[in-house]
Nanobody, 129 residues
Framework: QFHLVESGGALVQPGGSLRLSCAASGFFANYAAIGWFRQAPGKEREGVACLNSVHNTTYYEDSVKGRFTISRDNSKNTMYLQMSNLGPEDTGVYYC??????????????????????WGQGTQVTVSS
């Protein structure tokens, strides 16, 4: 059975950087549409960065553009979210997600219009001094 497991969440000071990882238990290359989502305290989960490896496209939510980078390494069955210049507004539980349907565009995935096949369990990121 296919699973996703996030890691890398931590307490970090404002202005700091962090890299989240999401390890897949199966053949990750089959999953063309992948994304990172964030749920801040008291708010709904939102897509912050999505990638479609068939279309070779990425999408970033406006507040993270220029600061976050989504990537994947199929040889390691892992996806990443590199985050820099973090602020308190970036605090939340970060979830990775993946879907085999390459027709799902990055916007559709990140906007939550189509629920992905698989979700990770989440990792906590807290930005505070």
């Amino acid at each position: 059975q296919f699973h996703l497991v996030e890691s890398g969440g931590a307490l970090v000071q404002p202005g700091g950087s962090l890299r989240l990882s999401c390890a897949a238990s199966g053949f990750f290359a089959n999953y063309a549409a992948i994304g990172w989502f964030r749920q801040a305290p008291g708010k709904e989960r939102e897509g912050v960065a999505c990638l479609n490896s068939v279309h070779n496209t990425t999408y970033y939510e406006d507040s993270v553009k220029g600061r976050f980078t989504i990537s994947r390494d199929n040889s390691k069955n892992t996806m990443y979210l590199q985050m820099s210049n973090l602020g308190p507004e970036d605090t939340g539980v970060y979830y990775c997600a993946a879907d085999t349907d390459y027709h799902i565009t990055t916007q559709v995935l990140c906007w939550g219009w189509v629920p992905p096949d698989h979700w990770g369990q989440g990792t906590q990121v807290t930005v505070s001094s």
